[in-house]
């Protein structure tokens, strides 16, 4: 069963606006970490927040990460239509010795030109 | 080549075959996961080796899937007497160790009819 819910379930925006995708999950965790997917493909990993960390940023991409709420946004900025794929965020629980990844079920993003 | 390459990269099978789908991870890599992942899902745990050893298997469906790493490189998920419910993309991902970043294949996409 996965870990947690992704809100919302599909996206679609215009080229250059930036898009805001959102992450709960349930139980305490080690860190958690942001996947994207394209059509037929593997998932990229696209960044890691660890669980003492409340933000973090690497090029177009903002991580946040709530523990007390439990929840983790991704926010894209200027977006481009390569960004449209599905992405997943991903925990690894703190009760977990290997880190076996738990997926949420993922925000289908389309960007428009 | 640099990345995690699974073959094949599609499979149809009839209701009661056997299938074998393999994974070659990323060269010294120690970790290697197996995922599912259902059409319009998030991937789904199944299996993890570090080097040759399975140390969890407790996302396996049910005694018809079989995994092995018998040299700790190159591993292979065995699906007996296959059902339609088996139908779904299977995912591997390797990890050099730790809590780095998963690097996933590309999958294969198993039918079964």
């Known amino acids: 069963s996965q870990q947690g819910e992704e809100d919302p379930q599909a996206l679609s925006i215009q080229e250059g606006e930036n898009a805001t995708m959102n992450c709960s999950y349930k139980t305490s965790i080690n860190n958690l970490q942001w996947y994207r997917q394209n059509s037929g493909r593997g998932l990229v990993h696209l960044i890691l927040?660890?669980?003492?960390?409340r933000e973090k940023h690497s090029g177009r991409l903002r991580v946040t990460l709530d523990t007390s709420k439990k929840s983790s946004s991704l926010l894209i900025t200027a977006s481009r239509a390569a960004d449209t794929a599905s992405y997943f965020c991903a925990t690894v629980p703190l009760s977990q010795g290997a880190q076996k990844l738990v997926f949420g079920q993922g925000t289908r993003l389309t960007i428009n030109p | 080549g640099a990345g995690v390459s699974q073959s094949p990269r599609y499979k149809v099978a009839k209701r009661g075959q056997d299938v074998a789908l393999r994974c070659d991870p990323i060269?010294?890599?120690?970790?290697l996961f197996w995922y599912q992942q259902a059409l319009g899902q998030g991937p789904e745990f199944l299996t993890y080796f570090q080097n040759e050893a399975q140390l969890d298997k407790s996302g396996l469906p049910s005694d018809r899937f079989f995994a092995e790493r018998p040299e700790g490189s190159v591993s292979t998920l065995k699906i007996q007497r296959t059902q339609q419910e088996d139908s779904a993309v299977y995912l591997c991902a390797s990890v050099v160790t730790g809590s780095q970043p998963q690097h996933f294949g590309d999958g294969t996409r198993l039918s079964i009819l």
């Open positions: 927040i660890r669980s003492n960390e």
């Open positions: 060269s010294g890599h120690v970790s």
